[in-house]
């Protein structure tokens, strides 16, 4: 599919799509500054599903009230692993109730990058792990381009722990009773920065109202009780990506500012 690539820059470019399925050749990328895509990765987006059934638990306090329980409850905890078992434990959002698993996070305890998602899909449900599907083979692959992975230099969470029901966006209310816990695990991990992969995630933790295609690949910052000011800096979604594999030339070059914020900050 591609021709031999001399420019290591354009070859590790050349790569990374032909991974992710665009075909991709030196002399397209020289004339057009992107890639020709194949639209094989395509998969419908996330129906629109009911409210989620809450247990009896999560209905005897409205979400203001457990939101307030979650910030006691989260303030309390003094490391990670206490914090985990917390979330593991909380019942006061309504998404628990339909879930398989509570899905917390993967990968390194006090790593210099913290990535936060949306929430579990079927697959995360399952294994009880944040991105563990399609989308997250395709995240851990876009974070490989950086020399970012999970099992060295990466922790990964989502901003909404249950999986909602047919993979609806979390609602403002479950994003609300679970954002104490996002932010204390980010002040007890204290990342150097924050990738927001996707709207969800970017939107709920900056209070914006912007589209992702605004904040992608801008950086922005987050302030955080116990940790102060930490970078932060939008991606789309891998899903995203998956469905519109075109856009993945926005993608990678948010990928090269992040590479270079990082050797900023370091
Ligand atoms: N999408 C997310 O946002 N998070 C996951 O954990 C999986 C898919």
Not at 47 to 63: G, L, N, V, Y
Request: hydrophobic letters at 40%.
């Amino acid at each position: 599919m591609s021709q031999t690539v001399d420019d290591p820059a354009l070859a590790s470019l050349t790569l990374w799509w032909r991974d992710m399925g665009i075909v991709a050749d030196e002399a397209h990328i020289r004339a057009h500054g992107t890639a020709r895509t194949v639209a094989s990765e395509t998969q419908a987006p996330p129906r629109k599903a009911p409210p989620a059934r809450m247990s009896r638990k999560a209905r005897q306090r409205t979400p203001a009230e457990w939101s307030q329980v979650a910030g006691a409850t989260a303030a309390a905890c003094k490391t990670h692993g206490e914090l985990v078992d917390a979330i593991t434990a909380f019942d006061g959002c309504p998404l628990k109730e339909a879930a398989t698993k509570t899905v917390v996070f993967d990968g390194v305890q006090g790593a210099p990058v913290m990535v936060i998602g949306e929430g579990p899909g079927r697959d995360e449900d399952l294994a009880g792990l944040p991105f563990v599907g399609r989308a997250g083979k395709l995240l851990d692959k876009m974070l490989a381009s950086i020399d970012i992975d999970r099992t060295r230099n990466a922790l990964i969470t989502n901003v909404n722990y249950w999986r909602p029901p047919r993979n609806r966006n979390p609602e403002a209310d479950e994003l609300q009773v679970c954002a104490p816990f996002v932010h204390r695990m980010i002040a007890l991990n204290r990342p150097k920065l924050i990738i927001a992969a996707g709207a969800v995630p970017a939107k709920a933790l900056l209070g914006s109202s912007s589209g992702i295609m605004k904040l992608r690949g801008t950086q922005q910052s987050l302030e955080v009780t116990g940790a102060g000011t930490i970078p932060l800096m939008p991606i789309l979604h891998p899903a995203y990506l998956l469905r519109r594999p075109e856009e993945k030339a926005r993608a990678w070059r948010d990928l090269l500012t992040i590479e270079n914020l990082l050797q900023s900050l370091t």
